[in-house]
């Protein structure tokens, strides 16, 4: 019997362990996984701090065991330590000791790994990341122990959802940026509306500040962020500086590329340095690096929606390269799309912003607009900012960013005209839905469209 062995239990590796089990449910399907949970939403920690949802189990998708109930092996508490490629084996460690396993076909799942800058105090205990249920809940529990004062270090994603967590729970916040406005990923025209949003909320926003270290109390906990201009006293630090993909295992077989993520074909089949293919190995997830469709260039994108579908694409690939019959599914690549919240502020981006742009030698026009969330003479319409980025000579649609109160989900009709690569005037032409309570009769997308269209034609 054949065996396939997966590393890492969660988003892309249970999915491509799922679609090789579909397609062929008399090869062994073993998956590794070194923590103690399987197929749960990492997106969903901040919501669950919050108090908004239940968990850790309401953000389960699928319990280990109702993988194994479906016939795939799953083993928790197994950290894989090495992969030899030529032997095709992998060698893990679990509480029993070390173990050598055997396989025909490889996934490496193993997503990405917080960034923890050499700092003094960074490891204090309250200094904390918030990656995966066992990080929610100690964050949870930092809070019931009597944390008051929560400073945020960095403001992408996760640092805004859990600078609003934690105000939900009552506490005082301080967020502490390098950049000069949050977000970052965003244009400055979307960052100062957030920027207002988080100080309207009661937030203490830190704008180009550097954190220089934490300091610790007599118990050797945090009691205070160190910036090159301040220091802010905390019971609790969210360390949201980022993630890197965890490719260490394959870091002596495979391509690694931008943050040395893994480099792999369009079937999620592992690129060698030279471009031929690892014998029999995939990976999949936020530990790889993918194909960015505007500027064809490889990108570390690390989001569950990315890690789902590469993990199916990977587990088909690896079911049809022991004979299945499969269609030839392939990952097409990403248009960075994201949505998240600050409260009730709603933020949106897709497609490239000016320096993605101006590093891939792109010559562009930008404009920014104000409309609203519905038809303005509606009850309940509340101000929209949208920004966007157009390419000169071909006119096509490069990016969109937005910010509002409501009406964030729009950015889906620019991905979609971004992934089809249409231009401005096409979009400003589209057949897109129009009523009162939902839209001016020109979509918010098209209005920032005609801007775009003007600012071509000056």
Same mark, same amino acid.
């Given at each position: ?66 993988? !194994? ?13 090495? +992969? ?27 997503? $990405?790994? =917080? ?21 929610? %809940? %100690? ?28 105000? @939900? ?38 704008? /180009? ?29 969210? @360390? ?6 965890? =490719? ?18 369009? %079937? &999620? ?40 579908? %590469?993990?199916? +694409? ?9 004979? $299945? ?10 248009? &960075? ?16 912003? !000016?320096? &993605? @742009? ?7 026009? =930008?404009?920014?607009? /104000? ?36 009406? $964030? ?25 129009? $009523? ?7 979509? &918010? ?14």
């Amino acid at each position: 019997m054949s065996r396939v062995v997966v590393v890492g239990g969660d988003a892309a590796g249970m999915t491509g362990a799922s679609a090789v089990h579909r397609l062929l449910p008399d090869v062994e399907v073993v998956v590794l996984e070194r923590g103690h949970h399987t197929s749960y939403s990492a997106c969903g920690v901040p919501y669950w701090v919050a108090g908004e949802i239940d968990g850790p189990d309401g953000l389960v998708a699928r319990s280990p065991e109702e993988h !194994r109930e479906r016939g795939i092996d799953v083993r928790l508490g197994s950290e894989v330590v090495a +992969v030899d490629v030529d032997a095709h084996e992998v060698r893990y460690r679990d509480l029993a000791g070390e173990h050598t396993l055997g396989y025909d076909r490889l996934l490496v799942a193993t997503g $990405a790994g =917080s960034i923890r800058p050499d700092l003094p105090g960074v490891h204090a205990p309250g200094v904390m990341s918030v990656k995966d249920l066992v990080d929610g %809940q %100690q964050v949870i529990d930092r809070i019931h122990a009597g944390a008051r004062r929560a400073v945020v270090v960095g403001s992408g994603y996760i640092g805004i959802e859990m600078a609003e967590a934690c105000l @939900a729970r009552g506490l005082d916040v301080t967020v502490v940026e390098r950049e000069s406005t949050p977000l970052p990923i965003v244009e400055d025209e979307i960052g100062e509306v957030i920027a207002d949003a988080m100080r309207e909320k009661g937030a203490h926003m830190v704008t /180009e500040a550097a954190v220089t270290g934490f300091d610790v109390g007599d118990d050797g906990a945090v009691t205070a962020v160190r910036t090159d201009e301040d220091t802010f006293a905390a019971d609790l630090v969210v @360390a949201a500086f980022g993630v890197v993909p965890r =490719s260490e295992l394959l870091a002596d077989v495979a391509d690694l590329g931008t943050k040395d993520g893994i480099v792999t074909d369009d %079937q &999620q089949r592992v690129l060698a340095p030279d471009g031929s293919l690892v014998a029999d190995v995939w990976s999949a997830g936020d530990c790889v690096v993918t194909h960015d469709r505007l500027t064809s260039s490889l990108i570390h994108l690390p989001l569950g929606t990315h890690a789902n579908k %590469q993990g199916m +694409v990977a587990g088909e690939s690896i079911a049809a390269s022991l004979g $299945a019959d499969w269609s030839g599914r392939t990952f097409p690549g990403v248009v &960075q799309t994201a949505i998240t919240k600050f409260c009730d502020l709603e933020i949106a981006r897709a497609g490239l912003g !000016r320096a &993605q @742009a101006a590093d891939a030698g792109l010559d562009t026009v =930008s404009a920014d607009v /104000e409309t609203t969330t519905v038809a303005g003479y509606y009850p309940g319409a509340e101000p929209m900012t949208l920004w966007g980025l157009a390419e000169r000579g071909t006119r096509r649609l490069l990016g969109v960013q937005l910010v509002g109160r409501g009406g $964030a989900v729009r950015i889906d009709t620019a991905a979609m005209a971004l992934w089809s690569g249409m231009s401005v005037d096409e979009l400003v032409m589209t057949d897109l839905s129009y $009523a009162p309570p939902f839209s001016s009769v020109w979509s &918010q997308v098209q209005v920032l469209a005609r801007a775009l269209v003007k600012q071509l034609d000056q």
